[in-house]
T-cell receptor, first 112, second 112 residues
Framework: SQKIEQNSEALNIQEGKTATLTCNYT??????LQWYRQDPGRGPVFLLL?????KEKRKERLKVTFDTTLKQSLFHITASQPADSATYLC???????????FGTGTRLQVFP | NAGVTQTPKFQVLKTGQSMTLQCAQD?????MYWYRQDPGMGLRLIYY???????DKGEVPNGYNVSRLNKREFSLRLESAAPSQTSVYFC???????????FGPGTRLTVL
């Protein structure tokens, strides 16, 4: 069955550094991949979408890469700030389906 | 625009009781979804509706029923609640396939 792995341990980094979160998947050939941010007690909020034929996508301080050979996506936050502290979820989408498969998320903590 | 709204925010049920979780969106989206989120399990799809009048099972549909009342509203019903259904429930909507999903604030349900 399909499996998505995100680092279950929290990532702690210092303000100003670059945070890198990993999303690995098996037994799936996604058409696209999305990243969401979730704050405690709230629903996930969409950040970025990258399609299978795209290597990299950027939005302000965020960068996502997608390697379909390695079956991996990396999510980078440059010049991180304490306000970036949250849980980040990756989600895979297939062809001709509205369904997303979500990873369990990685909690990021940025300390001053 | 309110986006995606869910009621109630919190609910406590006794085993065997029934209830309906309500969800509405004002973005004229075609697709709507119900997820549950449990610690260490991530978001799991219960049911979804690709368009008004259609519904399909997701990953964990047992013990639930849904109704796509109209384009705006998608309800989730627990006919006979069980402690295993204690979870946080999120409703989401999207314009269609491969589009961003917009999430509601969630309903925290406890079944005693």
């Amino acid at each position: 069955s399909q499996k998505i792995e995100q680092n279950s341990e929290a990532l702690n980094i210092q303000e100003g550094k670059t945070a890198t979160l990993t999303c690995n998947y098996t037994n799936y050939s996604p058409a696209y991949l999305q990243w969401y941010r979730q704050d405690p007690g709230r629903g996930p909020v969409f950040l970025l979408l990258i399609r299978e034929n795209e290597k990299e996508k950027r939005k302000e301080r965020l960068k996502v890469t997608f390697d379909t050979t390695l079956k991996q996506s990396l999510f980078h936050i440059t010049a991180s700030q304490p306000a970036d502290s949250a849980t980040y979820l990756c989600a895979l989408g297939g062809y001709n389906t509205d369904k997303l498969i979500f990873g369990t998320g990685t909690r990021l903590q940025v300390f001053p | 625009n309110a986006g995606v709204t869910q009621t109630p925010k919190f609910q406590v049920l006794k085993t065997g009781q029934s209830m309906t979780l309500q969800c509405a969106q004002d973005m004229n989206h075609n697709s709507m979804y119900w997820y549950r989120q449990d610690p260490g399990m991530g978001l799991r799809l219960i049911y979804y509706s690709a368009s008004e009048g259609t519904t399909d099972k997701g990953e964990v549909p047992n013990g639930y029923n849904v109704s796509r009342l109209n384009k705006r509203e998608f309800s989730l019903r627990l006919e006979s609640a069980a402690p295993s259904q204690t979870s946080v429930y999120f409703c989401a909507s999207s314009l269609g396939s491969q589009d961003t999903q917009y999430f509601g604030p969630g309903t925290r349900l406890t079944v005693l």
